[in-house]
């Protein structure tokens, strides 16, 4: 091959491939219904290898997303929490205050129902002891509220106990289920009298002993404070009886009765400072029209 002919057929490869390229491109910009068999080979080929690709890219910008917004959602985090917290004690608090407005009611009712036979005034329980739960408990007023020795305190309810010893700031109550605590009971339908204490052997209940065998005592009775002993004023509201019970000696009966105060749950309670002329024979939320202080209406005989 001589000079001549290699200097012509470098410029003719190159127009050789330019118009092979140029049918190349017009045959696969054309809109076809099928691939070639080459570019279809090539495209299962890739296929693979552009999904990992594309796998990598995504994964990759998505950690890098996370990394970079990491201390922004952990204090965003910390934040929420703080939030959460303090919602939920702003929610006990608030709770508190309602279930504490209800008990106050609950009493500034009865004061006003009672105002034309006592004076009263309200005071928090501050303290029991767990040993004596049921004997006594400490007031968080004293003497400089005007509480004085062997006044009388009850709940809207009926009767607490009364008051033992007292300081400046504080009184300790003597409850009536301490059998030291007794006082003077009787049933308030037919007046049947007997002295009522703690019951030995029924734990948070009250008895009334020495009832005649043929006293006209039944269940489900009222009995009120019978205003002997010169403590306790006539008609408070005790209980209701709940059993009867022959003494060994076969001549007297005790009944048992179930306190109208719930004594697990006293937060506030009223000290009678004052037993105003005149007042009447009526048991507070029984005779009287005084709402939230209903008497035991059931039978809980059953569960004694």
Request: glycine share 8%.
């Amino acid at each position: 091959m001589g000079p001549l002919r290699r200097k012509l057929m470098i410029p003719l490869i190159l127009v050789l491939a330019a118009v092979s390229l140029y049918f190349v491109m017009r045959w696969t910009a054309l809109e076809r219904e099928r691939l070639s068999v080459i570019e279809g080979a090539l495209r299962d080929a890739l296929a693979p290898v552009e999904k990992g690709i594309t796998l990598v890219v995504n994964k990759a910008g998505g950690w890098l997303a996370v990394i970079k917004n990491y201390s922004r959602l952990q204090a965003e985090n910390q934040a929420l929490k703080e939030e959460v917290a303090a919602l939920r004690t702003a929610n006990i608090q608030l709770e508190e205050y309602r279930q504490e407005n209800l008990r106050l009611r609950e009493l500034l009712n009865f004061t006003e129902v009672n105002r034309n036979a006592y004076d009263f005034v309200v005071a928090p329980v501050i303290a029991r002891n767990p040993s004596n739960w049921y004997q006594s408990l400490t007031l968080g007023l004293g003497t400089a509220a005007g509480l004085q020795k062997d006044q009388v305190v009850v709940t809207s309810r009926g009767v607490v106990g009364r008051i033992t010893a007292v300081t400046p700031r504080t009184a300790e109550v003597l409850l009536i289920l301490d059998r030291e605590g007794a006082l003077g009971g009787m049933i308030q339908v037919n007046r049947t009298p007997g002295i009522v204490e703690g019951s030995p052997d029924y734990r948070g209940y009250l008895q009334m002993i020495h009832i005649a065998r043929d006293a006209p005592v039944m269940e489900n009775q009222v009995v009120v404070t019978s205003g002997l002993g010169g403590i306790y004023p006539r008609g408070l509201f005790l209980g209701t009886v709940v059993k009867i019970l022959p003494e060994p000696d076969g001549l007297m009966k005790r009944a048992i009765i179930e306190p109208s105060v719930d004594f697990d749950r006293l937060e506030e309670v009223l000290v009678i400072t004052r037993v105003k002329e005149g007042i009447a024979d009526a048991v507070p939320g029984v005779d009287a029209p005084l709402a939230g202080s209903p008497y035991p209406g059931s039978n809980p005989a059953a569960s004694l």
